[in-house]
C-alpha cells in the first residue's frame, strides 16, 4: 500500500481522514504537529503524497512544505487551508472545508499521475 503523510493537529478530521484514505487504498502516517511531520519528511520512509495543514500547533504548515520540497522532490505535496492560497509547483491547494472523500480522491489522483 503506499504511503500519505497526513499532518494535521486536529484529531477527529485526522481519523477521518485515515479512514477515508485507508478505504482506497492508501496508508497514513500520522503527524499531529509540524515537528512530527518534518521528522518523518527527512526520514526514510517511502511517500506517495504529503497532506499539510497550515495551522499546525508548534509551526506553520509552510515551514513543513518548504522542507517536504527540499527532501521529497516529486512527491505531490497537498497544502490544506480556510485562507487558499495559491498552487506553486508541486504543491497543490485544497480549500477547507472539505470533504475526506473528495481529498482522498484527490490525494489518489495525483498519485496516479506521479
Known sequence: MPNVLLAEDEFLIRAV???????IGLDCIEAPTG???????????QLSA?????????????????AAAQ????????????AGGAATPGVHVFSKP???IELSKF?????ARA
Not at 35 to 45: K, P
Not at 107 to 111: G, K, M, P, R, T
Open 50 to 66: 504529503i497532506i499539510v495543514d497550515i495551522g499546525l500547533p508548534d509551526m506553520s504548515g509552510e515551514r513543513v512544505i518548504e
Open 17 to 23: 481522514l485515515v479512514d477515508a484514505l485507508g478505504e
Open 98 to 100: 472539505y470533504s475526506a
Open 107 to 111: 490525494v489518489s489522483s495525483l498519485i
Open 35 to 45: 515537528q512530527a511531520a518534518l521528522d518523518v519528511v527527512t526520514g526514510t520512509v
Open 71 to 82: 527532501h521529497r522532490p516529486g512527491t505531490p505535496i497537498i497544502r490544506c487551508s480556510g
